[in-house]
């Protein structure tokens, strides 16, 4: 199996290679190959770990286990449904001028962001994941500002800035837990996770947790958390719909991982309510927020933004909450959520080809202009206001019992009030964008692309799958990755 890990570090590169160098159907070809073949090792990888094993290879630089293969899972199946969506969503703008040029940067780019992202849960270590998240970083602004106009660039500008601050206190972070480690592990060491684990007991309290609050400050930056997320709604909303999804489902828990393994280690040293605490916090602010925002907004791209924002609240409150059923739950929440916003912004994107507006209110009769791809984004945004059937009511409601489990009820209740309240604000937005009737504005019916719908009906089968049946395989997963992070109180 080691050398399915290096398989996913090198397809991705070499098709970012003949992307950038060949015309725009190398590029498809290319990026089409990489992200399924990688899909595939990624499913291989994760079931070599779902019994509580680890894959590791390059002198232990690069290993997998359970925890890493949940966020594994869920970046590579929305790297490869994002590029079929990319197919169909760039053919649209082919007979514009400089098009060969502009698909070529994107397939570039979009490879190398699968890349980056890939790289996330294989390090084995601190240092070098912080590396590979701030690769994420420098890529997926590239892929933000790409289409070049004044939005794009704002946004890009403003998630650079406000993201590289971010990580510059996740690396004080690292600096700070590997000072932390020097008494117990000497002047010289390599900062792996399970050397931080073996000398838990060892390691000064009051430094691991200041090392703990700065990672949820830094690493949180990029997850979205209240009030680091402002660049997040502006890089969402400007992005390409298919680069969204990724930022959305992938690039954000992936910046999750990085604090759930100081969670790990702060559970061992400081106890478990330090950090559950923390996250509790952070997470009902953000969900407060989104709720808020939710309601009251004008382009169904930031409505999307914003519904990131309280389902990376949800996942932060369902590990605060620590009851192996909670903990299990929010880590079935990453893999759920990776599939609804991955249906909801190829949605977006399908919309924003035919109707060219992100405004709301200009989107009437998605259902009858755009037969599959308006019910579909409807069915997306039932799925993340945690309709029933759906994979995330069922996660939701794993957490919402692990909470009552660990007896936190004033949580709950919170919990509960502000998932309905966004709840109501997505389903009555994305109800009247596809079920109105067509206005007098109304523009010609059919598809845009059959890549688009194919990529979006992908999403739709997890999506719906995982709310009837759960394989037993991810079940085990599933529990094992909370045993990772300490699911228990």
Known sequence: MSGVLYLLLGLPLAAALAAALGPPRLGEVASLA????????????????????????????????PLGGVFLLATAF????????????????????RFARFARSYYAYLNLFGWAMLLVPLMNDFATLWVAVELTTIVSVLLVALDRTDGALE???????????????????VVLLYAAGT??????YLPRFGSYLAAARRLPQVQVEL??????????TKVGFVPMHTWLPDAHSEAPSPVSALLSGALL??????????????????????????????????LALAAVFVLQQESYKRLLAYSTIEHMGVIAVGVGFGAPLAVTGALFHVLNHAAAKGLAFFGSGSILRRYDTKEI????????TLPWSGPLF???????????????????????????????????????????????GVVLHAGRMVLTPPDERAVGAGETSWWMVTAMAACALVVVGLGVYLPGGLGSLLAHAAVVIGGSR
């Open 34 to 65: 990489s992200a399924w073949a990688c899909f595939g090792g990624a499913a291989a990888l994760v079931a070599a770990v779902e019994d509580g094993a680890s894959v590791s290879a390059a002198a232990q630089w690069l290993r997998l286990d």
């Open 253 to 286: 828990a992936n910046a999750f991982y990085a604090v759930l393994r100081f969670f790990a280690v702060t559970r061992l040293v400081a106890g478990s309510a330090f950090p559950r605490d923390a996250l509790l916090v952070f997470g009902t602010l953000s």
């Open 183 to 188: 008494p117990a592990l000497g002047d010289s």
């Open 378 to 424: 409807l069915l997306a945004a039932l799925a993340l206001a945690a309709f029933p059937v759906s994979g995330i009511f069922r996660s939701e409601f794993q957490i919402v019992s692990g909470g009552f489990a660990s007896g936190a009820y004033v949580w709950v209740a919170i919990l509960v009030a502000l998932v309905n309240l966004a709840f109501f």
């Open 361 to 368: 209110d200009r989107v009437r009769g998605a259902a009858r």
């Open 155 to 173: 946004a890009a500008w403003k998630y650079v800035l406000i993201a590289s601050a971010g990580l510059g206190i996740a690396l004080l972070a």
């Open 78 to 97: 929305l790297y490869a449904t994002g590029t079929v969506f990319s197919i169909g969503y760039l053919r649209a703008d082919e007979q514009r001028p």
């Open 211 to 220: 090392a703990f609050v700065l990672a949820v400050l830094g690493f949180g």
